[in-house]
């Protein structure tokens, strides 16, 4: 019994490291996306007008180097989501057996959890 409260205890903590995780990631892929261009002042805005357009052939541009990049960084996003949900629900599944020490052993891996991974967040 006491295996089992512990085990539950640290996935509750493991999953709210995740949850933490998944912000650092998320901030970090905003970081490394290039800022969009606007147009600024009317010369640029006359070139992107629609008849202007229409008359210049449009060429493909090259894909950008961080393209590739950016579809390994939105499926590890996507796995990390998948692993948050999963173990949610696993966890949920655990508090829905209505054993009062398995459900102390996610409030308090919750807590925990917090306690040790949400002070990361102001380091970002």
């Given at each position: 019994m006491v295996v089992s409260v512990l085990v539950v205890l640290l996935l509750?903590?493991?999953?709210?490291?995740?949850?933490?995780?998944?912000?650092?990631?998320?901030?970090?892929?905003?970081?490394?996306?290039?800022?969009?261009?606007?147009?600024?002042?009317?010369?640029?805005?006359?070139?992107?007008?629609?008849?202007?357009?229409?008359?210049?052939?449009?060429?493909?541009?090259?894909?950008?180097?961080?393209t590739k990049n950016s579809w390994l960084l939105h499926g590890i996003q996507t796995a990390l989501h998948v692993l948050q949900v999963s173990l949610g629900y696993m966890l949920m599944l655990c508090v829905m057996s209505y054993n009062t020490w398995i459900f102390l052993g996610v409030i308090v891996g919750s807590a925990l959890g917090y306690f040790i991974s949400f002070p990361l967040l102001g380091h970002i």
């Open positions: 509750t903590v493991f999953y709210e490291v995740l949850k933490v995780w998944r912000v650092c990631l998320s901030s970090s892929s905003k970081l490394a996306r290039p800022p969009s261009q606007h147009p600024s002042d009317s010369s640029s805005m006359l070139e992107c007008s629609p008849s202007v357009s229409s008359l210049t052939p449009i060429e493909p541009r090259p894909p950008a180097p961080s």
